[in-house]
């Protein structure tokens, strides 16, 4: 797993934990902003297009819908282009895809253009470069990892405190057309962040000594066997029921406020306060989770992470006053926050490196399935029952469930691993690694002696004398 130019993470190469890496998470601070924040932000637009296409406001919610589904359906899809062409060209091409669907759009008449153009083709771009950053910061962050994941994630909730606003200065200044043509430009910055994810190469002499060996080698391009790992089963499980509730309570906390009595700017900055707190949440979550006692038991605070997130929703649906939600949105903050940090940082811990790019695709389109179908569910919840409360039960119970699948999962079901590597190449790798960073100067003296006895006493075959390529001097 050694080619360079394939771009699929030598396992030779130790994370630099450092150096470029800090670049690679900047762009992937700015992918995550980007990816997450989006969506949410471009319904700042629904009302002047509902006002010109003469359509509803469900209408214009499946933009939202079809951006968050492309953005976790074409899990796979990702998968199978980045172990193909690599991190870097996927995402170039990505952020071209992004940038034009919006440019795009800005010609529509019609909205299933728009569908087509805003929803799917940007839904593309921003899903071909969201899992690319994911999977080169996980290559570039060892040690500092779970501190790396947590700053990354902190892109979702600053952009979205950015791009809201800045979508409404568009639509007074430019309307909906030149807003959307202007936001398809801010995209292309998705390019220089895909420009900053530099492939880590491996030393020279391993890669000229394993080269036969990894031609022998075929990679494959989706990699179906982490279901044989029940860490990684149990993990996709219960992401899939947290993914059911969790998005839920941000939709429809501003329409519960409305609802009792509020006015629509006081109800609106309930989303502001759940996004401030959401912004510092995530980089000390993932401070927290790699202290050296913590780092190990990692899977279980993500799950405290998860009951806490589920049992502030069964909390806010008591609030019965604009205090009260106040109230909830500062603590849903935090828990947000902790599982957002932390989801990617657990499914890493669990699959390691070679099987990373494999594992977050098949999440992901396990995720998109239960997307569209939490938030629709709970709509129709109230619409039946005319209470958000129920609507807070059920998002709390679900949440409150896959926590307790993933810890009980893991506690019973998952045997505890060595820290030995899976695989007997990983092994030897590591084992090589650790011999050539330990070797003290008196070692490699007493190795070179060994090697020039060893050439001289070696019997000569065929007239030539049997050296071994890699001690040869």
Known sequence: MGAVVADDGPSGVKAPDGGWGWAVLFGCF?????????PKAVSVFFKELIREFGIGYSDTAWISSILLAMLYGTGPLCSVCVNRFGCRPVMLVGG???SMGMVIASFCTSIVQIYLTAGVITGLGLALNFQP???MLNRYFDKRRPLANGLSAAGSPVFLCALSPLGQILQHEYGWRGGFLILGGMLLNCCVCGALMRPLEPPKKAEATKEPAEKKVKKKLLDFSVFKDGGFVIYTLAASIMVLGLFVPPVFVVSYAKDLGNQDTKAAFL???LGFIDIFARPICGMVAGLKWVRPRCVYLFSFAMIFNGFTDLMGSMSVDYGGLVVFCIFFGISYGMVGALQFEVLMAI???QKFSSAIGLVLLAEAMAVLI???SAGKLLDATGKYMFVFIIAGIEVTTSALVLALGNFFCIKKKSEEPQTKEEAAEREELNKSENKTPEDAKVDSIEVEQFLKDEPE??????TNPETCV
């Open 461 to 466: 075959k065929n007239g030539e004398v049997v």
């Open 96 to 98: 071209l895809f992004a």
């Open 30 to 38: 700015i992918i995550t902003g980007f990816s997450y924040a989006f």
């Open 374 to 376: 939490g938030p629709p």
């Open 351 to 353: 699959v390691g490196t």
């Open 271 to 273: 989303l502001t306060i």
């Open 133 to 135: 950053s994911l999977i």
